[in-house]
């Protein structure tokens, strides 16, 4: 168990919708990363958010943002979607450089 | 762009034989981490390279950070039933702290 939470857990969506993905941190960690992992690929780093200010960004168009809050929680928004943003998300929390605890995911599909 | 390629994208082996997965970069890495993932999971953190050579171990799994700080393996030791998932290398990219550029995997398959 590692202590990260996301939901919702799966979610089914049209395109030209929007949605958020929440992703709830444990206590201390400072670090959330975003990844979105299409079937049988690894996971593609979005963005990376240190104590509310993003730290870095991959090769994804400005659609893609993010919120980081006090709380340890974030958000991933996702605006006009597109049927190939059909993948898993993932958030990934860190209390120092090393280490990074996953969360399970949540499994969205564009229709 | 900057690259992380792992190669085999699959192998299936008899239980207690050994598993070898590669991990190449087009850049040198800061560090190196890596994951395992079992079907219908999450990946979950196994380990990080910092030093150039470096090698660690935990219990049958060894993983080594190539000098040049471009390459990376896993091998692991008489496989178990309980190994089997997809194995991830995962580099990050020196002057970018946030970037974490994950390979494609190798998923390993254990015959009993």
């Known amino acids: 168990e590692t202590g990260v939470t996301q939901s919702p857990t799966h979610l089914i969506k049209t395109r030209g919708q929007q949605v958020t993905l929440r992703c709830s941190s444990q206590s201390g960690h400072n670090t959330v990363s975003w990844y979105q992992q299409a079937l049988g690929q690894g996971p593609q780093f979005i963005f990376q958010y240190y104590r509310e200010e993003e730290n870095g960004r991959g090769n994804f168009p400005p659609r893609f943002s993010g919120l980081q809050f006090p709380n340890y929680s974030s958000e991933l928004n996702v605006n006009a979607l597109e049927l190939d943003d059909s993948a898993l998300y993932l958030c990934?929390?860190?209390?120092?450089?090393?280490?990074?605890?996953f969360g399970p995911g949540t499994r969205l599909l564009v229709l | 762009g900057q690259q992380v390629m792992q190669i085999p994208q699959y192998q299936h082996v008899q239980e207690g034989e050994d598993f070898t997965t590669y991990c190449n970069s087009s850049t040198t890495l800061s560090n190196i981490q890596w994951y395992k993932q079992r079907p219908g999971g999450h990946p979950v953190f196994l380990i990080q390279?910092?030093?150039?050579?470096e090698v660690k171990k935990q219990k049958r799994l060894t993983f080594q950070f190539g000098e040049a700080k471009k390459n990376s393996s896993l091998h692991i030791t008489a496989t178990q039933t309980t190994d089997v998932g997809t194995y991830f290398c995962?580099?990050?990219?020196?002057?970018?702290?946030?970037?974490?550029?994950f390979g494609q995997g190798t998923t390993l398959q254990v015959k009993p």
């Open positions: 390279l910092v030093k150039s050579g």
């Open positions: 990934a929390s860190s209390p120092t450089a090393e280490t990074q605890y």
């Open positions: 995962a580099g990050r990219v020196s002057g970018n702290t946030g970037k974490l550029i």
